[in-house]
């Protein structure tokens, strides 16, 4: 399908209204049902239903240990800058008493960047307190193209380290953006060869890797009437990775376990518990790969959706989960990561608490698909390593 095209379903999609004769037919609502609902449609953007169960609703302000949130992003790098520069989201004073009243002992940001940006971010975040602030590092994707980058990468690696970063970010541009000449031309691979000395510099320097690679399956689908994240796609379109010339989700998966098999002596950290939708799917990667963990950022509206079997694969791999929200201060275009106080309440509610059917993002709309969620009560000792003794061992804290 052509992108016009594409932009057209996508643009008559959005006008889809709940009671609209096709839903009506599929409902088979009684006839005059029917016809009231026909009179004036309500459009499914505006369908706000409120949940009429009385539950028990449990407020937790702090969490029970300290956290270490392994996955936020206070800065990005500006690359239309010249010279590149890290740019703030937020001030630390913004932060800190967050950080405080909810027992958040640091957060880990992610998107340091590189070079003069990553020093600037090092010097911001980290230097005053490096016990409440980590920074990682990036690679320099823009010079992938070049003739002299596998080497150059590497050495960057042990440079950042220098600077300061505690570990290496990969975004999931690589895999879906990033391509032979950077903006044009096939897209490079994430198990490309040019990568390796990157890895391998990252396992010699204890480097924790923290990975992003694909996305929501629902994002490799067609925006359709079937489409579980539908509003979410509809409201960003260009988060679809259905057609074009992008990999499957599955491609991309494969990919990434192929480089962490070739480097058994780098740790990675999977983002966004790795594939959220197929639990029994990560369980075989954790199985068969000793240097693997999980971070559960942004997708507890997965994990809380199915909370019998995100209870089993947190008992099962309580060594290998980590903490991580993938807060991004005033992120309104992703609500269900808006850094706040109400994003850790969630976090914490559904981790310690056996709360039912109650909202997993501090939004009216659920954002990432119509569902509600379920805590999983997990017991003290799984808790204290998901909130913070994994992640000292993976960065190397003292305890
Ligand atoms: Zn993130």
């Known amino acids: ?56 609703e449990t ?58 940006a990553l020093e600037e971010c090092v010097r911001y975040w980290q230097t005053p307190s490096p016990d409440r602030f980590i920074v990682f590092t990036e690679p320099w994707f823009n010079r992938a193209a070049e003739a002299n980058y596998p080497k150059f990468q590497a050495d960057q690696i042990e440079s950042a380290k220098r600077i300061g970063a505690r570990g290496l970010k990969v975004l999931k541009t690589l895999g879906l953006y990033l391509r032979e000449n950077v903006n044009t031309g096939p897209l490079i691979k994430v198990d490309d060869k040019r990568f390796d000395p990157m890895w391998e510099a990252c396992g010699a320097s204890k480097m924790p890797v923290a990975i992003h690679t694909s996305d929501p399956e629902a994002f490799f689908l067609p925006t359709d009437r079937f489409n579980e994240r539908y509003e979410e796609l509809s409201a960003h379109p260009d988060w679809s990775f259905h057609g074009k010339d992008f990999p499957s ?29 197929d639990l029994g799917w990560v369980s075989e ?49 992703t609500p269900q990561q808006i850094f706040g106080e109400s994003l850790y309440e969630i976090y914490f509610r559904f981790l310690e608490t056996e709360d039912e059917y109650f909202d997993y993002a501090p939004a009216p709309i659920p954002p990432q698909g119509r569902w509600k969620i379920y805590g999983l009560g997990l017991p003290e000792s799984v808790l204290k390593k998901v909130y913070y003794e994994n992640a000292v061992r993976l960065l190397g804290l003292s305890g």
């Open 285 to 333: 990667w954790l199985d068969r790969h000793p240097n693997l963990s999980v971070e559960i950022g942004a997708r507890i509206g997965e994990l809380g959706r199915q909370p019998r079997a995100a209870r089993k694969f947190f008992d099962r791999y309580q060594d290998r989960i980590l903490f991580g929200t993938d807060a991004v201060p005033y992120g309104r275009e």
């Open 1 to 56: 399908m052509n992108p016009i095209n594409r932009r057209q379903l996508l643009a008559n999609l959005t006008t889809a209204t709940l009671g609209a004769p096709m839903f009506a037919r599929a409902f088979q609502a009684p006839a005059n049902a029917q016809q009231d609902v026909n009179k004036s449609p309500l459009p499914l953007k505006d369908y706000e239903p409120r949940s009429m169960l009385r539950v028990t």
């Open 59 to 116: 407020k937790i302000e702090r969490a029970r240990f300290p956290v270490i949130d392994f996955h936020t992003h206070l800065s990005f790098t500006d690359r239309n800058a010249k010279p590149e520069k890290s740019v703030f989201r937020a001030k630390r004073e913004e932060i800190l008493p967050v950080m405080d009243r909810k027992n958040v002992r640091t957060m880990v940001n992610l998107t340091g960047g590189y070079g003069a």
């Open 249 to 277: 989700n599955r491609e991309l998966h494969e990919a990434r376990l192929r480089v962490i098999a070739r480097h058994p002596k780098t740790q990675f950290v999977a983002l966004h518990v790795g594939d959220a939708e």
